[in-house]
């Protein structure tokens, strides 16, 4: 342990202690603090793990995958480094293993489980050298920071084959991550779900139409939604293979419940793609050679935080904040939204901050008419994009009221709401957001 990593380590600590006094997460200026104390940082202290190092890459749902898994590790009794807050670009991860180390520079920790921007897997694949990587899927997101998904695709598998002895865990549903990991040539796993649970719509938007491999028109047997399902190129055989990890017995409602390898998982959640995440990390348990025994324990006491289906109870009102960050991630958060049947009242966040990406003509792709149900008896746009987020749902004829500011719209769905508030927002808004509604909930 060299004494600039161990200098690194207490400014990472005093960075994020005076940003919480201030009420900033400070996540990320931390790492920044302690990568230009130690630039070998992360090298120095991935080191330190005792057994294995976890990476969840993915567009949708790399957070509480990545935060199951920990907590699921946890649960069979061992030490983890995480960054929880989902700060997973270069200087979020090294925060995660420097405020994660001891006073004395040292980490004691069994495993690391570390969520990875896809740009950011090129400065964090070398450095930290991860054993293995967990894929969620991949979808569009932000056009003017990623491009076309090729590029994302291009980037991961330069990656992937930089570290030739990472073992992956796939979605076996999604067409273009199984390409991506048999043209890679590493080992890997899959996990999926072999039976239609649900009907998908028709019109919902589907990234991975065309086989990666000859570009012939993909066949679907069934969709779970976007481009999940059960597909096969006509033209080359390339298919969906049968999973490694494969859920059955699928009932979403009120919660969710599946059985996989014998055992059957239920959790207080909504949402078909929190069977996804939940999936993925149990794949991850096992593939790692944990038993699971205490999985469904870990489903019972774990708690979405940041913004993931996370609840709070302001003033009597039940409200659930959720991020919406693309098309996909938000028809499955109308879906999950749409499960409950009871009247209620919805707040659309939409920011345009870079780390959102500046164009948000991906609103247009998403179902919003889904929303036009009597059981939805307002709907309120706010954020800094307010404006464009009205227009959108005037085009499918669906009012908006119009209140900028995100406290504001939030004090008066509390005030003269149904009591039922589900409060959707895209990435810069969620930590602000946040907050608003932890203060509200406090307040007397």
């Known amino acids: 342990m060299s004494i600039r990593c161990t200098a690194a380590v207490w400014a990472a600590k005093v960075t994020g202690f005076f940003c919480r006094l201030t009420g900033r997460q400070g996540v990320t200026l931390a790492g920044q603090v302690a990568l230009k104390i130690c630039p070998n940082l992360l090298k120095e202290l991935s080191k330190q793990v005792r057994k294995e190092i976890f990476v969840t890459c993915g567009t949708n749902g790399k957070t509480t995958t990545n935060n199951m898994l920990c907590s699921a590790l946890e649960a069979e009794g061992f030490k983890v480094v995480c960054n929880h807050t989902g700060s ?23 495993y690391a489980v570390i969520e990875v921007d896809e740009a950011s897997t090129k400065y964090v694949f070398p450095a930290i050298r991860p054993n293995y990587m967990v894929m969620t899927n991949l979808f569009r997101d932000q056009l003017d920071r990623y491009g076309e998904i090729d590029i994302t695709m291009n980037i991961l598998e330069e990656m992937i084959r930089k570290v030739p002895k990472m073992k992956l865990i796939i979605n076996a549903d999604d067409a273009l ?23 998908s719509a028709a019109n919902e938007i589907r990234e991975g139409r065309f086989c990666k491999k000859c570009g012939e028109r993909l066949q679907y047997r069934f969709y779970h939604y976007s481009q999940l399902g059960d597909y096969s190129c006509p033209g080359c055989g390339f298919h969906r293979p049968a999973p490694d990890y494969d859920a059955y017995d699928v009932k979403i409602g009120e919660d969710i419940s599946f059985s996989v390898e014998g055992k059957t998982f239920r959790a ?33 006491g774990y708690n979405p935080e940041n913004g ?19 098309p996909a991630g938000f028809n499955q958060n109308i879906s999950a939204v749409m499960q409950d049947p009871s009247p209620k009242d919805i707040i659309i966040v939409i920011n345009d901050n870079a780390q959102d990406g500046r164009d948000i003509s991906w609103l247009w792709d998403v179902d919003f008419d889904l929303f036009g149900d009597s059981s939805i008896r307002s709907i309120t746009v706010s954020g800094i994009r307010c404006q464009d987020m009205r227009l959108r749902m005037k085009y499918v004829d669906i009012p908006a009221d119009l209140v900028p500011d995100v406290e504001t719209a939030v004090r008066r769905r509390v005030e003269d709401g149904v009591k039922n508030l589900y409060v959707l927002v895209n990435y810069t808004a969620l930590f602000s957001t946040r907050n608003i509604m932890k203060r509200l909930e406090e307040e007397k």
């Open 308 to 326: 993931r289906m996370e609840q709070f109870t302001i003033r009597g009102t039940k409200a659930i904040l959720n991020l919406a960050k693309n």
């Open 268 to 300: 207080n959640y909504k949402g078909f793609y929190n069977v996804y995440n939940i999936l993925a990390a149990y794949a991850a348990l096992r593939t790692a050679g944990c038993g699971a025994d205490h999985f469904q324990e870990m489903l019972n």
């Open 177 to 199: 991550s199984e390409y991506l990991a048999e043209d890679s040539g590493s080992r890997f796993v899959t996990y999926g779900i072999s039976r239609q649970v649900v009907k």
């Open 88 to 110: 997973n670009m270069l200087n979020g991860v090294a925060a995660a293993f420097a405020l994660g180390a001891g006073l004395n520079g040292k980490l004691d920790a069994d």
